[in-house]
């Protein structure tokens, strides 16, 4: 029953919902219900947590729905339906509809406790104190703040640019953006101030220096003034000149050299956030091992080109007629970032260490998915740009409810599950079983993406019937399942066949 709601309410069809801040619905709903948040629940892929808490008896049921024309669109979302939905699909086939107890979050940084695993990565997301207060209100367990440097900065405008989907959101997102432009005393003070008021949230220093004293000196000094734990930034894209940022992270020699001076100068726990833009991450986390690193932080950006200007030739951002190479985040970035974080957790020479993950996180689903590689605690920051702060209700609860659901004594029960079922090589896979898709007429509407894909990018294996109705011809299918993918109405199911066994799918011509 969750499956088929699931594919009801996909993004797709929340395509014209803005995620509003303070949103007009909630404010028109008489009955306390809260649609916004509801909404934002089901975007974010906690369908079930959307569900919970329902005022009974039902009051949409006899509604008048002036949420929808409150809505800053009227009438293009529909919130009495998926209202409706939740209450009379989700809630009655939930088991489990509410998790209040938070206790299964609670991890730690190597040994230093956190509430739950999410924390704000290094960006303007965690750059003032009020900024970081904000989100600590809001739960967060923490914040790795902006990188703390000796430089000045002096940033460009504009320097943000994105790829976006169908929807409008942000699928990618490319900066320019640099270090904190505070004095190192003034983010002293933040330290101070934000470890008086929230004694019991983490805060994780980022650090950059220029030579092995500056590296040593602002190891000490973010100690002295509370922070819980060392980053080293040995991988922003945007700091390359003079041998800083991603330029240190590609030469293990500097890793391990850097590290040790950073290390030997502190007594808290020191990780290294080490870049993407090299082949393999192991020989940076290795010397960063090498030199003490309690743990390692990945990924940060990818150097990036978002595209070019068709009439100016400029790339974005540009400015003033200039642009540059810049780190590329968001959610595109996930599937790279879970493979450098499955060859981290694999590498033997890094058991033990700690690791934090950060790539593309947006709702508790992809945190989950760095949790399983190995990952014990995460760092987002695009979401929130995109979002805000709010989005760690989602984060909390969706995994929360996961967590209970799978019996779970806590989230390090499920650290590191899926290490061992991911290969380096596809020569270990297992190439003799064909797995043909199954076609739902009952959910198709002929469109025909499915006859069109795999006509000019398959095998041409599937053709229309007279009714427009989809039909596979086995002997063609490879079992590629490109259909599957690229199916709206999410029609296309798997069955099985073992190629000279005698199983036939039921929608194959033999």
């Known amino acids: 029953m969750l499956n088929e709601f699931e594919t009801l309410i996909r993004r797709s069809d929340m395509i014209t919902c803005l995620l509003c801040h303070d949103a007009p619905c909630s404010k028109a709903c008489p009955f306390a219900v809260d649609p916004a948040k509801r909404l934002r629940s089901i975007w974010f892929e906690n369908e079930k947590g959307a569900a919970g808490g329902f005022p009974e008896p039902f009051p949409c049921a006899w509604c008048l729905f002036p949420c929808e024309s409150a809505c800053v669109k009227p009438g293009q979302v529909p919130i009495k339906e998926l209202m409706t939905k939740l209450h009379g699909e989700v809630l009655s086939g939930s088991e489990l509809v509410e998790v209040k107890d938070e206790e299964l979050l609670k991890t730690d940084i190597c040994g230093i406790p956190l509430e739950n695993p999410f924390l704000l990565s290094s960006s303007v997301v965690a750059s003032t104190y009020d900024m970081c207060a904000r989100a600590f209100e809001a739960g967060w367990a923490g914040a790795a703040f902006k990188t703390i440097c000796n430089f000045e900065i002096h940033e460009a405008s504009p320097r943000f640019s994105a790829i976006t989907g169908s929807d409008g959101s942000i699928i990618g997102f490319k900066n320019i953006e640099q270090l904190s432009d505070h004095s190192v005393a003034e983010n002293m003070a933040i330290f101070k101030r934000l470890k008086q008021n929230y004694p019991t949230k983490f805060i994780l ?110 790339s974005a951002p540009a400015v003033h007629g200039m642009s540059a190479v810049g780190g590329y985040s968001g959610n595109a970035v996930k599937p790279i970032a879970l493979r450098f974080i499955s060859e981290l957790a694999s590498d033997p020479e890094l058991q033990g260490m700690h690791l934090s993950g950060m790539g593309g996180i947006e709702t508790w689903k992809d945190a989950l998915d760095f949790i399983l590689l190995g990952c014990s605690s995460l760092q987002v920051t695009t979401a929130v740009m995109q979002y805000g702060y709010r989005i760690i209700e989602d984060l909390k609860a969706g995994l929360n409810r996961y967590l209970t659901e799978k019996g779970f004594n806590s989230m390090k029960d499920a650290v590191g599950l899926g290490v061992e079922n991911v290969n380096a090589s596809t020569d270990v896979l297992e190439r003799d079983t064909v797995i043909f898709p199954k076609f739902n007429l009952e959910k198709c509407n002929g469109c025909g993406r499915c006859v069109l894909s795999c006509m000019d990018g398959g095998h041409q294996a599937i053709e229309f019937d007279e009714l427009r109705n989809p039909k596979l011809n086995g002997k063609k299918c490879v079992g590629c399942h490109l259909c599957v993918l690229v199916c709206p109405q999410k029609a296309i199911s798997s069955s099985r066949k073992r190629i000279n066994r005698g199983w036939i799918n039921q929608n194959a011509e033999e």
């Not at 602002?218 to 509370?226: E, P, S």
């Not at 030997?264 to 393999?280: D, E, G, H, M, R």
């Not at 690193?293 to 950006?301: E, K, P, S, V, Y």
Request: proline letters at 5%.
């Open 205 to 314: 220093a980022s650090i950059m220096g220029q030579n092995e004293q500056e590296w040593a000196d602002l190891a000490k000094m973010c100690q002295d003034n509370g922070a819980d734990a060392i980053e080293l930034n040995f991988s922003c894209p945007n700091m390359a000149e003079g041998g800083l940022g991603s330029d240190i992270g590609q030469i293990p020699e500097l890793v391990e050299q850097l590290t040790a001076a950073a290390k030997k100068s502190c007594s808290i726990p020191v990780l290294a956030k080490l870049t993407p833009n090299v082949a393999s991450m192991t020989p940076a986390a290795e010397a960063a091992r090498r030199g003490g690193a309690d743990g390692i932080a990945a990924i940060n950006t990818i150097k990036s080109i978002t595209g070019i200007n068709p009439h100016t030739y400029i």
